[in-house]
């Protein structure tokens, strides 16, 4: 079944406490990318991939890192997470960088 | 960054009622393309836009680009039950590969 995939669903951390976020897509995608959800202000983007070893920050970067050394994964990174950066995350692919979005079912994050 | 102006914000409508929502940009965009979201799950692509002018339907929804680039409707006809959700629009602002969204708007259909 073509997908994408998070892990983990959900994660309760603590300020400072480095984690990351998986997500891995089966469909052969070259475009990947992170989103953050608050409620009020839809999705914005936080990092985006076009291919292996292409990254470029979104709108809201700061605080996230990401890598894509395989086509197919493309982890989410919080060096030193901060409550600010509770929120819902979603991790999304696509054929190419104009194409339809394919969405991860998402990963609730709580930082205390 | 920027984000897309979408309204209404909410709508609360009668089944059977038609929908119409828009969204607008300060900037041209090369696609738009309009999603929804239902609880406990990701967005999903219900119709894509790719040229100025183009009107696109899929069933009961209608979408069009606009022929400045900067705004998009959606229409959804005769409403039912399981319409309801969160419906995004969303595109990329010319000379980006960025996916900008708009801030939703939330759907409630009462029977």
């Known amino acids: 079944e073509a997908q994408v995939t998070q892990n983990p669903r959900y994660l309760i951390t603590v300020t400072g406490k480095k984690l990351t976020v998986t997500c891995s897509q089966n469909?052969?995608?070259?475009?990947m990318s992170w989103y953050r959800q608050d409620p009020g202000l839809g999705l914005r983007q936080i990092y985006y991939?076009?291919?292996?070893?292409?990254?470029d920050k979104g709108d809201v970067p700061e605080g996230y890192k990401v890598s894509r050394k395989e086509k197919r994964n493309f982890p989410l990174i919080l060096e030193s997470p901060s409550p600010n950066q509770t929120s819902l995350y979603f991790c999304?692919?696509?054929?190419?960088?104009?194409?339809?979005?394919?969405f991860g079912p998402g990963t609730r994050l709580t930082v205390l | 960054g920027q984000q897309l102006n979408q309204s209404p914000q909410s709508m609360f409508i009668q089944e059977g009622e038609d929908v119409s929502m828009n969204c607008t940009s300060s900037?041209?965009?090369?696609?738009w393309l309009w999603y929804k979201q239902e609880p406990g799950e990701g967005p999903v692509l219900l119709i894509a836009?790719?040229?100025?002018?183009e009107l696109t339907s899929n069933g009961r929804l209608t979408a069009q680009f606009g022929i400045t680039r900067k705004d998009s409707f959606l229409n959804i006809s005769a409403s039912i039950p399981s319409d309801v959700g969160i419906y995004f629009c969303?595109?990329?602002?010319?000379?980006?590969?960025?996916?900008?969204f708009g801030t939703g708007t939330r759907l409630k259909v009462l029977a």
């Open positions: 991939s076009m291919n292996v070893e292409v990254t």
């Open positions: 999304a692919s696509s054929v190419g960088w104009d194409n339809e979005q394919f």
């Open positions: 469909m052969n995608h070259e475009y």
């Open positions: 836009l790719y040229k100025a002018g």
């Open positions: 900037s041209i965009f090369n696609t």
């Open positions: 969303a595109g990329q602002e010319a000379g980006t590969y960025k996916y900008i």
